[in-house]
């Protein structure tokens, strides 16, 4: 891109993506206000829980200032929640689903927890350009040779 002066002098710049101004969305990686209406809280009462003044609040919900560390911590201990449960799924956080399936696996006595565990490590996959099989197709292949 060109930029031209008052003074007539121009230059050419260079915009790497990373120098370029974040749009909100891309700001706007939390479940706030979502999280906030469905304890049907106002800014005021969550500003007040949280210890965020509800303009700064405001500001977080819309992607208009970063939430940060300790606003999470806050807002996390206001709503009850965990601090992952702020964010988006596609941004770091748990779907209604993922985080039913770790707070059963906390509620799991050791003995189950182990078979938990086991079952997980059974199905991981193997790094590399190799080829997941299923093991009924490994044995079919097993007992056709």
């Known amino acids: 891109m060109v ?12 915009i790497f993506p990373s120098m370029a101004r974040k749009s909100k ?32 609040l405001a500001k977080i919900e819309t992607g208009e200032r970063e939430m ?3 606003h999470m911590e806050q807002l996390s201990k206001a709503l009850g929640i ?12 748990l779907t209604p689903e993922e985080r039913a399936l770790i ?24 790094r590399g350009s190799g080829e997941v099989i299923s093991m009924i197709e490994a044995e079919s292949e097993r007992k056709r040779a």
């Open 3 to 14: 930029k031209t002066a008052s003074n007539g002098a121009s230059a050419t710049v260079i």
């Open 25 to 56: 969305i891309e700001r706007f990686p939390n479940r706030i206000r979502e999280l906030r209406e469905q304890a049907e809280l106002s800014l005021e009462k969550l500003g007040q829980l949280s210890g965020i003044h509800f303009s700064n």
């Open 68 to 70: 940060k560390d300790h």
């Open 82 to 93: 965990a601090k992952a449960d702020l964010l988006n799924p596609e941004d770091g956080g």
């Open 103 to 126: 707070d059963t696996y906390r509620d799991l006595p050791v003995a189950l927890r182990k078979t938990f565990d086991a079952l997980r490590d059974s199905h991981q996959v193997f």
